[in-house]
């Protein structure tokens, strides 16, 4: 690694977007590793969410931090940092997806579908799915991304965006490129889904769900 | 105004019918307790040392694809100033100096003589070629010829 840590300790308190015009402007290798420091977990958690693989999202996460380096001078300083790597890593996902699906019949333009349609071909949920105990040692984080893999990508990113990156609908309509009503929809959909899916853990666990309603 | 507002309470409340909270209200709630408490992906020491050389790695790639291109280009103009240059020559030495074509030396055809292509017919013997026109008209300020004589 060609940066020294007096380097680095001196840009710790820049934020996100000063740190990526030090690197636009001054090709500053410090200020790149800074961002990727700051960045590798959520990154790589988002991913692995999403392809359900520790040794793909790991490999995605260097793939988009890889794009970040490549494709710098694409960023503008009026975009929140945060969003634009997060769309990075979201199309770098879903390349991952179309590749592995690339037999199947659906193409990437059903991910533009609208609020109202169905889930498209294309979302075919992952059944190939296998528990990886270096992440979810327990039974109930493997149940919960097992369900996770079990929704359709679209949704599914979406309620990655949203419950674990904790991003608002702002963010995620712009990570996901879509209407902020279609992001509602997706994670209202993502929710029902995974209700219906994690039901019988919950029962386990709790027994039948009472109402409050009285 | 505070025990007015207090009166006017169970008259709002009597108007306004309590929210229904859905059946599966803590069911949701359990779920997204829980997709916040996943455990976070551990990130190996070695990820940053792997990204860089990934990014080196890709650099190469390029310099090596853009050192390619450069040379293809150089190559291309070299072999058309090559192709050029024989055509910029004249003509006649084309044949002797064109590129990846060895000279043919083709032996000269003889025809046998014909008569009937020899022999010249009797020509009448050619009248003198009349003075234009232009030159027997007076030129001005100038010396003009004298008129033919008339017979």
Known sequence: MPVRPSELKALTELTDEDLMRLFQQDNSEAAYTVLVRRYRSPITNFLYRFVGNYDDALDLAQETFLRLYKYKHTYHSVQRFSTWLYTIATNVARTFYQQRNRYSTASLTSMQSSEEEEPSEWEIPDTSYIPDQRVDSTYIAQRIQKALMQLPPVFREAIVLREILELSYEEIAEVMQTELGTVKSRINRARQRLQELLRDVYEELYGTPTSQAE | ?151
């Open chain 2, 1 to 151: 105004m505070n025990e007015r507002e207090h009166k006017n309470q169970p008259l709002l409340k009597a108007f306004l019918s309590s929210v229904p909270v859905p059946e599966d209200f803590e069911l949701q709630l359990w779920i997204r307790r829980a997709l916040r408490e996943l455990p976070s992906v551990h990130i190996p020491d070695t990820f940053e040392e792997a990204l860089w050389q990934r990014i080196h790695a890709e650099q190469q790639i390029n310099s090596w694809r853009h050192g390619l291109a450069i040379s293809v280009l150089l190559t291309a103009l070299w072999g058309g100033i090559l192709g050029l240059w024989p055509a910029s020559r004249s003509s006649t030495s084309v044949t002797q100096t064109a590129p990846l074509r060895g000279v043919v030396v083709t032996e000269p055809l003889l025809i046998p003589a014909d008569q009937r292509f020899i022999e010249i017919p009797p020509q009448p013997p050619r009248k003198p070629s009349l003075q234009p026109q232009r030159s027997l008209m007076p030129i001005p300020g100038g010396t003009n010829p004298l008129p033919p004589p008339e017979e």
